[in-house]
C-alpha cells in the first residue's frame, strides 16, 4: 500500500511539473513571437506609436539622468513643437500599481514629470491630444516576470516570506574544541595513603552520585575504606589498579558530561568586542544543528599562534556532544534593528543588479534591491522593496531560470 501512495505522488508530481515546463514554452513561445515583430524605432531609439499620419516616439532616457520618459511627436511627416500636444501616459505595474506620468516641453521633445524605476514592467497607456483629436496607445512592456501556478510552486518547493523588520546580530568567527567542563569534573585521590584493595570501575563507564570508586587500605590503620563519586560522570582517567600504592596521586578523572565548555581561539583584534555573558552558536562535524553556548571566561594570556582563548559554557543534556570535537564558533558582539530585511537565500543576480523576486497572486516579478548591511542569513534593504511584500526565499533560482527562458527584454 506505501508503493502504491509514493508512486501515485510521485505520478502528481511529475505531472505538475509537465504542467509548469508547457506553461513555460507556451509563455517562451508567445515571447518569440513577440520578438519577432519588435516595435519599430525611431531616430532616439525609441519605440514609434502611429496613428494614422500623427506618430509618436517614445523613449526612456537615462544618460547622465535617472531613467525618464521623453517623446518627440510628429504629423504627417512634420516634427510639431512640443507645445502643441497634451500628453499623458500611465503606467499599470504588478499589483495593480498605477504611475501617471505628465509631461512638460522641453527644447524639441516632450520630458515625463517623474523617474521611471526597475523593474521596466508594465502596461503602458497613453494618450496624446493634438488639435482636438485624441490618440490612444496600450502595449505591454514586461521584463523579469512569469507565472506559476501554486500547486506546481508547490511541488517546486518554492518557498516565501514576508519582507520585513529584523534584529540583526553581529558576529565574530572563532575555532577551538569541546572539552569538559572543569567545574563539572573531579580528580579523586586518596585522603589516606595506602594500598589499593580493588577498583570498582572502569575507564569510560558511566556513574551515578554515591557509588564506590575505590577501596584502599590505609598504611597507618591497615584498615580498609571506600571512595565514592562525588558526582554523576564518566570515567575520563583511571590511573589505579590493585595492589599499587596512592602516593599521594591522581586515582580517577570523574566528569559530568552534560556540561561541556568549548575552548575558542580570538584574534586578538576581536578579544575587546567580545563580552561576558554573549551568546554562541557552535557547529562542527557530527553536530546536526548549531547549538547554543554562553561565554563565560576570557583568557588575558596570550597563545603562542598570537590567539585568545573565549571559553563558553554548553549544555550537553542530551550528552550526543563530545570532548575533543573540534567546532566553529560565531560570536555575538553586536546586536541592532533594521527596518526592512531579506534572507539570504531569496537572493539571485538579474542583469546587473541583486534582486529577489516578488509574489502577486501566482505572478513573479524581479525587485532590484539597494542593500545595506549583512548578518548571518539576513541582509538589510535600503530600497527596491516594500514592507509586507511577499517574495521567494527557497529555490528561488527556479525563478530566475523561467524568466531568463522567457527572454522578456529590457526594452528602452
Aim: hydrophobic share 40%.
Amino acid at each position: 500500500m506505501k508503493k502504491r501512495l509514493h508512486t501515485t505522488g510521485l505520478a502528481l508530481i511529475l505531472s505538475m511539473l509537465m504542467v509548469f515546463s508547457h506553461s513555460a514554452l507556451s509563455f517562451e513561445g508567445s515571447k518569440g513571437e513577440e520578438a519577432e515583430q519588435a516595435p519599430e524605432k525611431g531616430p532616439h531609439n525609441g519605440r514609434l506609436l502611429k496613428d494614422g499620419g500623427f506618430v509618436l516616439e517614445l523613449a526612456i532616457f537615462e544618460t547622465g539622468v535617472p531613467p525618464e520618459f521623453r517623446v518627440w511627436v510628429s504629423n504627417n511627416g512634420e516634427q510639431l513643437k512640443p507645445t502643441d500636444v497634451e500628453l499623458k501616459i500611465t503606467l499599470t505595474r504588478l499589483g495593480g500599481i498605477e504611475d501617471n506620468i505628465n509631461f512638460t516641453p522641453q527644447g524639441d521633445f516632450l520630458r515625463g514629470d517623474m523617474v521611471i524605476y526597475e523593474p521596466h514592467s508594465f502596461v503602458v497607456s497613453i494618450n496624446a491630444n493634438y488639435q482636438g483629436q485624441l490618440h490612444h496607445w496600450q502595449y505591454d512592456n514586461l521584463e523579469g516576470r512569469t507565472s506559476i501556478e501554486s500547486a506546481v510552486a508547490e511541488a517546486l518547493n518554492i518557498g516565501t516570506s514576508v519582507a520585513g523588520p529584523q534584529v540583526f546580530k553581529e558576529t565574530v568567527s572563532a575555532f577551538g574544541k569541546l572539552a569538559n567542563h572543569p567545574e563539572k569534573t573531579r580528580h579523586v585521590t586518596a585522603r589516606f595513603e595506602g594500598a589499593i584493595k580493588k577498583v570498582h570501575v572502569s575507564l569510560g563507564q558511566r556513574i551515578k552520585q554515591g557509588k564506590p570508586l575505590v577501596t584502599i587500605e590505609s598504611n597507618e590503620s591497615l584498615k580498609s575504606y571506600t571512595i565514592y563519586a562525588p558526582i554523576d560522570g564518566v570515567i575520563t582517567q583511571r590511573n589505579a589498579n590493585p595492589g599499587e600504592q596512592t602516593k599521594g596521586r591522581v586515582l580517577l578523572t570523574l566528569a559530568n558530561s552534560r556540561f561541556l565548555v568549548s575552548e575558542l581561539a580570538v584574534f586578538p583584534s576581536d578579544r575587546q568586542r567580545i563580552k561576558l555573558g554573549a551568546k554562541v552558536w557552535l557547529s562542527g562535524k557530527g553536530i546536526d544543528q548549531p547549538v547554543a553556548g554562553v561565554i563565560t571566561q576570557i583568557d588575558n594570556l596570550v597563545q603562542a599562534n598570537q590567539s585568545i582563548i573565549v571559553r563558553a559554557a554548553l549544555n550537553n543534556e542530551a550528552e550526543n556532544l563530545l570532548a575533543g570535537t573540534f567546532v566553529k564558533a560565531n560570536i555575538e558582539v553586536a546586536e541592532y534593528p533594521v527596518e526592512l530585511a531579506v534572507k539570504r537565500s531569496g537572493l539571485q543576480a538579474f542583469r546587473d543588479f541583486t534582486v529577489v523576486f516578488e509574489k502577486i497572486g501566482n505572478e513573479y516579478e524581479v525587485r532590484m534591491l539597494e542593500l545595506g548591511r549583512v548578518a548571518g542569513d539576513w541582509v538589510e534593504v535600503l530600497g527596491g522593496l516594500k514592507a509586507g511584500a511577499q517574495y521567494v526565499s527557497d529555490n528561488s533560482y527556479i525563478i530566475k531560470a523561467d524568466i531568463e527562458k522567457s527572454g522578456a527584454s529590457h526594452d528602452h
